[in-house]
């Protein structure tokens, strides 16, 4: 039975992928209404949680539970009609489409652009400034950076209950990232449940409220993220670095 | 995306591929017929090639046995003019349509029903096995012919043109026949209609979102699986309507006649770049004008011709001339 204070709980995930065995029993809770980051060095098992949590490789044990709900054996499509909205690694972007066509997409209640939520719309062009820049023009042509908020902004084109984004500062550069972490300061406030994955610390010092770290396929330490920050021995054999 | 962005340079191919041509040919006027008889079997081989090319980019699956749609649209076609021969006999036009719209119809009809049972008993056991999809589905066409020879026979079956089709049409010295021109006027709706379908619809925006992504499609929360049938339907729904174009444009039907087509279509997905309806649609002229012009200018070399042509395009641009999968 999953806690209501916890929107996503993972118990005992193993997950494998042909002959390997990349998840040795995630234990994770994301509570509602906060930002969760998941941290760990590469290879950890990251962007292998992210994938199972969203059905596109099956866990082979273990249970996963949304909003109560047993999610563990159903299909990304299924998952994602629960409201979970997820930014792949690669940012998943259709390159030949345009940002509008990319966001059209995901507004599964729009059949075509004048129905998307001029509300809304409005606020991802504020958040994302870019977006409204390059409406028309195709996704593929612009910078990593741009790509990202399309991406991001795909995701929240209608309001989801829980937003999954694999490593957003991935490769763009400082500049960028700090329009990203204001994005997702500002996302946070709108009170939907955030889980990044992220190798940037900084990124995750400023946007954390809770921490999961993960090593070798499971997580060995979950707790807020203040305190991680606050204990440098902790970082140090954490993640062999400090915050 | 603005026209600036539009790449042009394979569009510029087929009427480059025309202009060269015409000092070769000598004569403008048997240029003209040439020209036109080139893009009249391009059309019907774009129409039969679409379906195939979205069902290879949208799900990875090679269906080689694309052909057996082709030979049951002109089998079903020659069973329904058969049934009107008042009409198809008739001289007038649009007598002769009223006959030829209902066998399209039929034939795209039970083509995209088998298509249907296809993909459900032969295409879906064997997603990502690629060896596999080709020897089942090739093993499926070779069952799709022995059953057309059960309910027609094994025989060639003539299907000759309505007669307000026979003919033709004089322009200057150039003779154009009119089934050519009726055949490139329905290969431009049905290009049209894919285009409108595929640039203006969610569900065209989800079919060329599915070729490049179809992980992420999915992620979005579409079923990409209930997509894909419905494409498998109507790509082989328009190989019967391009089977009962290509009877009529041979004016005869064999049951092998898909197995015989299916070497121009597969040349004409590769040379468009797999999953792209845009490209499948100039690879289809290529070959249609090219076969034409060879078949006249060098008889010897017209087998080969289409092959050389896709080396040609494959040493200029390996992923075809607009790559959208990065497969």
Known sequence: MSSTANLLELKGVHTHIGAYHILHGVDLAIPKGQLTMLLGRNGAGKTTTLRTIMGLWQASQGSIHFNGRDITRLHTPQIAGLNIAYVPENMGIFADLTVKENLLLAARKASNAAQMDAARLQWIFRLFPAVEKFWNHPAGKLSGGQKQMVAVARAIIEPRDLLIVDEPSKGLAPAIINNMIEAFDQLKKSGVTILLVEQNIHFAKRLGDNVAVMDNGRVVHAGSMAALAADEALQQSLLGLSL | ?327
């Not at chain 2, 195939?52 to 699956?61: N, Q, Y």
């Not at chain 2, 349509?97 to 296809?118: D, R």
């Not at chain 2, 395009?313 to 607009?322: E, F, N, S």
């Open chain 2, 1 to 327: 995306m603005t026209a600036s962005d539009f790449d042009w340079k394979p569009l510029a191919l087929v009427p480059l591929l025309a202009l060269v041509t015409l000092p070769l040919v000598g004569s403008p006027s048997t240029w003209l017929t040439l020209t036109v008889a080139g893009l009249a079997m391009g059309m019907i081989i774009f129409i039969i090639a679409s379906g195939l090319t979205l069902v290879f980019g949208l799900m990875d699956v090679l269906n080689f046995g694309h052909g057996v749609f082709i030979a049951l649209g002109a089998f079903v076609a020659t069973s329904v003019l058969g049934a009107m021969g008042d009409w198809t006999g008739s001289a007038e036009l649009w007598r002769n349509m009223v006959a030829v719209l209902p066998a399209m119809l039929v034939a795209m009809a039970v083509a995209g029903a088998v298509g249907l049972a296809f993909e459900r008993f032969i295409v879906r056991p064997v997603y990502g096995q690629h060896l596999k999809q080709i020897l089942i589905t090739m093993g499926g066409m070779i069952i799709g012919e022995e059953l057309i020879k059960v309910i027609w026979g094994p025989q060639q079956i003539p299907l000759p043109l309505p007669e307000g089709m026979r003919g033709s049409l004089l322009l200057g010295d150039a003779a154009i026949e009119k089934y050519r021109l009726v055949a490139v006027a329905v290969g431009l709706v049905v290009f049209g209609v894919l285009a409108w379908t595929l640039s203006r619809t969610k569900v065209g925006l989800l079919i060329r979102a599915g070729v490049q992504d179809r992980e992420m499609v999915e992620s979005l929360g579409y079923r990409i699986r209930r997509l894909f049938v419905a494409v498998f339907v109507v790509g082989s729904a328009l190989a019967g309507l391009g089977g009962v174009m290509w009877g009529l444009y041979q004016q005869n039907v064999v049951p092998q006649m898909g197995a015989q087509v299916n070497v121009l279509i597969f040349i004409v997905i590769i040379i468009g770049g797999l999953g792209s309806t845009g490209g499948a649609l100039i690879g289809a002229l290529l070959v249609g004008l090219m076969a034409n012009y060879t078949g006249f200018l060098v008889p010897k070399v017209a087998l080969f011709s289409n092959i050389a042509l896709m080396v040609a395009i494959l040493l200029w641009r390996p992923q075809g001339v607009y790559p959208v999968t990065n497969r």
